[in-house]
């Protein structure tokens, strides 16, 4: 039985949350393994727009088992916080699952991402202020504070204290900020144990268990392969596992049992934050994209950088997280335009590249080579099969196959649920 994971293939935004939804029904479990509330999906049913940032958007669908693994740091008053919306709407959450081992966002973690970052000024990642550089920090650092360590109130008062040892100083005397007492934290964690204790649970042992009664998991990154700490454009990253690696890491499920990796890819490419980004355009063509697809950051409010699709980027995509399918998404945006310029190589100080630069130096320098593909100006948001859609933007999607190197097997075309064209099934 199938464990899939799904993963963005660009710089994040590409439309996880829909495409995750739409296998909803389809799937037992749904499991978030890495990142925090630095994400942002946005799912759409009817006439409910819901913005998750933390929960996995299975928790949208009734009878799907949400879980949020190991890889995952969590920001206990968000997690409170969404979970009490979605209760208000009537969605019932009682079903989540929560890693022991999942790390939790301290409050000095979220005071230090955002006066690092006003410190680092011109030099600055552009994060989300979220508190989750930080608190991977301290992961490695084996001074974070776990989900587990919430039920002995006295380990845990030893974990914040090693951890404030060295913060306090740095609060104090390198960001001119107060101290924080032990307590304090303390008094701002324990009150959530007992709303906690009853949804934590072993989760790589739930899930292996779950794997072999046959249930269909699927793995959910947040972020993008971009974005990945490893192989991301590094530092403009986010401090987690975003690839497809990450999924076994963050999860405790083994590669052996990965059947599918399914990356999600926009038919234009977006960023938000700072960072290299060789099709960026600054210009009304930029403007367009970013109004018509509504561009504009889930979790942060921030207008998204907009700019021509990147084929070397979805090919560097295929092979860091040995993709076997592609969502195309949100089609529907480049409707209206005499020809899409799409990205098919990059000159980089005189000589072409097709494959991702090796350096840092050599992709801050990337030139992109164009190819002009002809526009189509039909109304495709009712397209439902792939002979729905109009000869050019068949020709798109079929030139985009060929250079990303793996079938394109969902298109997207339009914001609702099952405004899509599915080629062929995902599960
Ligand atoms: P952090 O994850 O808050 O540390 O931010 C690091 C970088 O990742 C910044 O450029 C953020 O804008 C970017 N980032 C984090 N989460 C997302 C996301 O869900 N979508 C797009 N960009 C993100």
């Known amino acids: 039985m199938p464990a899939i994971v799904i993963v963005g293939a660009q710089w994040g935004d ?36 819901y913005a998750l940032h933390l929960l996995p958007s299975g928790i949208l669908t009734p009878g799907v088992v949400p879980v949020i693994g190991n890889g995952v740091v969590v920001d206990l008053s968000v997690l409170f916080d969404e979970i009490d919306a979605l209760e208000a709407r009537g969605v019932d959450t009682s079903r989540l699952v929560l890693s022991a081992n999942a790390h939790l966002i301290a409050p000095y973690n ?24 930080p608190t991977y920090a301290d992961k490695m650092n084996r001074v974070g504070i776990r989900v587990q360590d919430l039920f002995d109130e006295k380990i845990l008062l030893q974990k914040v204290e090693s951890a404030l040892e060295l913060k306090n100083q740095m609060l104090t005397k390198v960001y001119n900020r107060r101290a924080v007492e032990p307590g304090e934290i303390l008094d701002e964690l324990l009150p959530f144990a007992d709303r906690v204790r009853p949804m934590v649970a072993d989760t790589s042992l739930l899930l292996e268990e779950a794997l072999d009664a046959g249930s269909t998991v699927l793995l959910e990154a947040g972020q993008a392969t971009l974005l990945d700490v490893d192989h991301g454009t590094y530092p403009f990253v986010t401090s987690s596992s975003a690839t497809s690696g990450g999924a076994c890491t963050g999860s405790g499920i083994p590669p052996t049992r990965i059947d599918r990796v399914a990356a999600i890819i926009k038919a234009y490419t977006t960023r938000v934050g700072e960072g290299p980004f060789p099709t960026e355009l600054h210009d009304a063509a930029g403007e367009h994209l970013r109004q018509t697809g509504s561009e504009f950051g889930t979790t942060t409010g921030r207008p998204r950088r907009c700019g021509w699709f990147d084929a070397v980027i979805g090919r560097y995509a295929t092979r860091v997280n040995g993709v076997t399918d592609f969502v195309l998404t949100k089609l ?40 002009h593909l002809p526009g189509w100006d039909e109304d495709i948001t009712g397209a439902r099969t792939i002979e729905d859609l109009p000869g050019n933007a068949r020709a798109y999607v079929s030139r985009l196959e060929e250079m990303i190197g793996r079938p394109i097997s969902v298109v997207g075309v339009g914001p609702d649920r099952d405004a899509s064209v599915v080629v062929r099934d995902l599960l």
Not at 110 to 133: A, C, H, N, P, Y
Request: proline share 3%; net charge negative.
């Open 14 to 49: 590409e439309g996880k949350g829909k495409a995750t939804d739409q296998l909803g029904s389809r799937v037992d479990h749904v499991v978030k393994f890495n990142g925090g509330n630095n994400a942002g999906h946005t799912v759409v049913i009817g006439e409910e727009k």
């Open 110 to 133: 979220r005071v230090l991402d955002k006066v690092g970052e006003r410190f680092l000024g011109s030099r600055r990642i552009g994060t989300t202020g979220r508190g989750i550089g």
């Open 332 to 371: 529907d945006v480049l409707t209206g335009l005499d020809t899409v310029p799409v990205c098919v190589a990059y000159e980089v100080d005189g000589e072409r590249m097709d494959e991702m630069p090796m350096t840092q130096t050599d992709f801050h320098h990337a030139v992109p080579i164009y190819e």
